[in-house]
Each structure stands twice: as C-alpha cells, then as structure tokens.
C-alpha cells in the first residue's frame, strides 16, 4: 500500500532576495550568499505562487534578504492576492517609502513584520550597519499603521540589547504593533559565527522573561507578545519550522526549495529547484522533504519519547552544527548525550570587541 501524501504546507516564505542594506550579525541568510544574478524572475516567482495555492498553502512570506530590494515585489503581492493568499512583507522597512507602501496597500498586502535592532537608537544602527535607519523604521511603522494594517514588530535580543526588553516592548506599543515578536537570537549561520559575542547571560535571559511575562499580563488582550528563547538553556528543543517538511517550505532566492532556512549546512542532501520541479513534486515526493520527516528517521532516544510528536526530535540544523550528525537527538535536549556542548558554549561566551557580518 503507498504511503498517504503528506498534508500541504501551511505557509511559503519566498526569500527573494539575499541583498539587504542591513548587515546584523545573526542574519538568518546563509554564509555563503546567493548573488543577484542568481535570482529567480517575476514570472518564475508568479508560477511558484500559482503551484502555492494549488497544493492548499495558505499564507506567503515575502523575504530576504530584504524584499524592497526586488523591484517587482508589488507585482508579486498583486499576484498573491488575487490567488487569495495572505500575505505578509518581513522587512527592515528603511525602504518602505510613501510610495511603496500606497502601491502595497492597492496590491492587496495582508500584513508587515518590521524588524528593530534595539529600541535605543545608537545601539540599533551598529548592530544593523546602517546609520540612519532607525529613523527610516519609525516611519516606515507610522505609515504601515496609517495605512490600516496590522503590523508586527520584531527584535532579535540578544547580549548587547537584551537588557532593554522593557523599552523593546514600550517601543512596539508606542507605534501601534497588534504584535510584539521578542525573539532571542537563533544560531544558525551568521548567528552561530558571532556566537559567542552573541550570546547572552543566564542573568539577562531570566530578566528579559520576566519582562515579557510581565508585559503580557498587562497587555493581555490588546497585544500580542511572542517569545523566543535560545536553545542554549533550555530543557527541551524546540519543534523547529513545526517539524521538519510539516508545515513551512522556504524558496531561496534561486529557486531552491528548502524544509528550513539552514538546511543547506547539510551534506550530501540536493535540494530541489522549484524552476525543474512541480512544488507539488517537491514537496510530497522529494527524498530531502521526506529525510526528516515524522518519527521513522529518528534515534532510539526520540521515537520512544513522549515529546516525538510535540519537538520533533528538535532543529536537524542545530544537531549537524554541535554534533556533526543531522540525524542525532538536538543537544537542547537535556536528554541528548550531547548536552553538555550547550553549557560548553555558554561559558566560551562574553564581551567581544568584533563580530563578522556580511559584507
Ligand atoms: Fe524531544 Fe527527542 Fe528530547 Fe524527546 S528525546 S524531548 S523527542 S529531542
Ligand atoms: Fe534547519 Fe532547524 S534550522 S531544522
């Protein structure tokens, strides 16, 4: 008998484009970028949302890299909404002119995620490389408001800002956010090489929750604050994109089809091209869709655990970084044998003068 067909993902993020104005240390882009030329075009991008909304996916994330940069990206909303896909732009917002936004809004855009690198505004413009855009973000938020979307705001934190949590969350109330994202950073790429200038203090995460927690009872019903915690102290991992090819497929500027953001770090695995393939195809048939998927890939440790179908065994990513095997128990489980190289790497952290951002 053949095996049932996966149920269709839930969302596509389209990373359009690995250029960006910005250069934070923890981009969640790979190392090793894809260059302009690379690019999938308009109608590729338009054939890829087609097949989407074919196969069942309900939302599109127009990412990057930082989508302003495409040129086309109004015409790519335009053609989302008439699939009646959600859409939703995750950007730095320092090119979201009046303009861009008024031609958005008639192309039908859902929603806005607009990140900050710190409430504080010297702060914000050394961490991201680029002096100026905090004043370009304030903006950009007042006319996403004005122009009656919801909007959510997003801070990656981590030990040069998280002390300021308190004044994140004010910020976000202040221009107007239905949500708060407080997102400690994920080390991955960009984020694993800065590490250990990156990573926080035991102290200063316990603070930041206690925070959150706080601002969560008192906006309780007006605003919504998601949080991230880093992996490095935790109990548990966490079930990363849902599971691997659970839920999300992210398209990389080129056209590779990934389960994740970092799957490529993987060796040995073809990614399919969605320029070669049906999404259908990839997506329900494709062997690095299906290597990771459900229990059956999972060590002895896992699959007879209460928590397989909760965390999905955790991040591959993660696993392949800290062990050298993909297929291994996440260390953020305090059950892996691996555990310890989280607290190994917690003490290695502390003040670092330089980190190495993308040029
Ligand atoms: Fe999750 Fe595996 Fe740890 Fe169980 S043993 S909590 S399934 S990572
Ligand atoms: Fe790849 Fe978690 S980032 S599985």
Redesign the pocket.
């Known amino acids: 008998m053949k095996a049932p067909l996966p149920q269709p993902p839930m969302a596509l993020l389209a990373e359009l484009t690995h250029r960006c104005p910005l250069k934070c240390p923890y981009c969640s882009n790979p190392l090793d970028l894809e260059r302009a030329s690379a690019e999938m075009n308009t109608d590729d991008w338009k054939r890829l949302l087609d097949q989407a909304a074919a196969i069942g996916v309900l939302q599109v994330h127009f990412s990057g890299g930082e989508p302003l940069a495409r040129r086309d990206l109004v015409d790519l909303v335009r053609h989302a909404a008439q699939l009646e896909l959600y859409s939703n732009i995750i950007t730095s917002g320092v090119m979201l002119t009046d303009k861009v936004m008024a031609a958005l809004v008639e192309a039908g855009v859902d929603h806005v995620q607009l990140s900050f690198q710190d409430s504080e505004t010297a702060s914000a413009e050394i961490i991201g490389g680029y002096a100026g855009a905090q004043e370009k973000k304030m903006a950009a938020a007042a006319r996403i408001t004005a122009a009656g979307l919801p909007l959510t705001t997003n801070f990656v934190i981590h030990r040069l800002n998280a002390d300021r949590v308190a004044d994140m969350i004010a910020l976000g109330e202040r221009l107007a956010s239905s949500r708060i994202e407080i997102a400690h950073t994920q080390y991955y790429g960009w984020g694993l090489l800065n590490r250990s200038a990156l990573l926080p203090t035991r102290e200063q995460l316990d603070h930041a929750t206690k925070v959150v927690e706080a601002a969560r009872i008192r906006l309780k019903g007006a605003v919504t604050i998601d949080y991230v915690v880093p992996d490095y102290y935790a109990a548990?991992?966490k079930a990363c994109m849902g599971g691997w090819g659970r839920r999300f497929i992210n398209i990389s500027p080129s056209g590779k089809a990934l389960p994740c953001h970092a799957a490529e770090t993987l060796p040995g695995v073809t990614f399919p091209s969605v320029r070669e393939t049906s999404l259908a195809d990839i997506w329900n048939h494709s062997e690095a869709f299906k290597m990771f998927r459900g229990t059956d890939w999972?060590?002895d440790?896992?699959?007879t655990?209460?928590?397989?179908e909760?965390?999905?065994?955790?991040c591959r990513c993660q696993a392949l970084a800290l062990t050298g095997d993909a297929a291994a128990?996440?260390p953020?489980?305090?059950?892996?044998p691996d555990h310890a190289v989280m607290a190994r790497a917690v003490e290695d952290a502390g003040p670092q003068a330089n980190w190495k951002a993308r040029a």
Request: charge should be neutral; hydrophobic fraction near 25%; include cysteine.
């Open positions: 548990r991992p999972m060590p440790l896992c699959r655990c209460d928590r397989r909760i965390d999905w065994g955790g128990t996440d953020a489980c305090e059950l892996s």
